[in-house]
T-cell receptor, first 109, second 113 residues
Framework: GQSLEQPSEVTAVEGAIVQMNCTYQ??????LSWYQQHDGGAPTFLSY????GLEETGRFSSFLSRSDSYGYLLLQELQMKDSASYFC??????????FGKGTKLSVKP | KAGVTQTPRYLIKTRGQQVTLSCSPI?????VSWYQQTPGQGLQFLFE???????NKGNFPGRFSGRQFSNSRSEMNVSTLELGDSALYLC????????????FGPGTRLLVL
């Protein structure tokens, strides 16, 4: 079957850098996606990695290592508005997205 | 472009009733997926529709059903509601089937009493 593991909570200070990890187990792999969800809000797409390496979009970077079945989301220059839950997701055998349980990031002043 | 819209935003029902939720995708998107989100189980896939056809279905009982119309709008129905169906129901649209980039609506928060 498919499964994804993420730490449940992370706390960091405003202005710092935080890394949120995701390990996955899947029968076929097509890429790793990341979504952000604020409390009471809808998930919003952040990034997608199909190949190994680092993808950067502004303060957000996402990394993938297919040989290690591992990826991470890196947030730099943390801001209070970055407090949210972050989900990694892979495509399941039927084509649908399977999400991890998410990491709740709390940014402190 | 308008985003994904869902109606209603909030709903309270009692056990045994049925409910229909509606989702309008982003203009031009023909794929609509539905998810159930609960604190304990996280985001769980319900089903996906593309061009009015169900492409795949998650591991939910037959009480959960859906359909898609020719204008890509989608509805999901839950019959014989149970307390455990209380959740946030999210729909997401994408340009192509099983797209890695999905655009989520604000969700319908369903409370079953």
């Amino acid at each position: 079957g498919q499964s994804l593991e993420q730490p449940s909570e992370v706390t960091a200070v405003e202005g710092a850098i935080v890394q949120m990890n995701c390990t996955y187990q899947t029968s076929g792999f097509y890429g790793l996606s990341w979504y952000q969800q604020h409390d009471g809000g809808a998930p919003t797409f952040l990034s997608y990695n199909a190949l190994d390496g680092l993808e950067e979009t502004g303060r957000f970077s996402s990394f993938l290592s297919r040989s290690d079945s591992y990826g991470y989301l890196l947030l730099q220059e943390l801001q209070m508005k970055d407090s949210a839950s972050y989900f990694c997701a892979v495509k399941g055998s039927q084509g649908n997205l399977i999400f991890g349980k998410g990491t709740k990031l709390s940014v402190k002043p | 472009k308008a985003g994904v819209t869902q109606t209603p935003r909030y709903l309270i029902k009692t056990r045994g009733q049925q409910v229909t939720l509606s989702c309008s995708p982003i203009s031009g998107h023909r794929s609509v997926s539905w998810y159930q989100q609960t604190p304990g189980q996280g985001l769980q896939f319900l089903f996906e529709y593309f061009s009015e056809t169900q492409r795949n279905k998650g591991n939910f009982p037959g009480r959960f059903s859906g359909r898609q119309f020719s204008n890509s709008r989608s509805e999901m129905n839950v019959s014989t509601l149970e307390l455990g169906d209380s959740a946030l129901y999210l729909c997401a649209s994408s340009l192509r089937p099983s797209g890695e980039t999905q655009y989520f609506g604000p969700g319908t928060r369903l409370l079953v009493l």
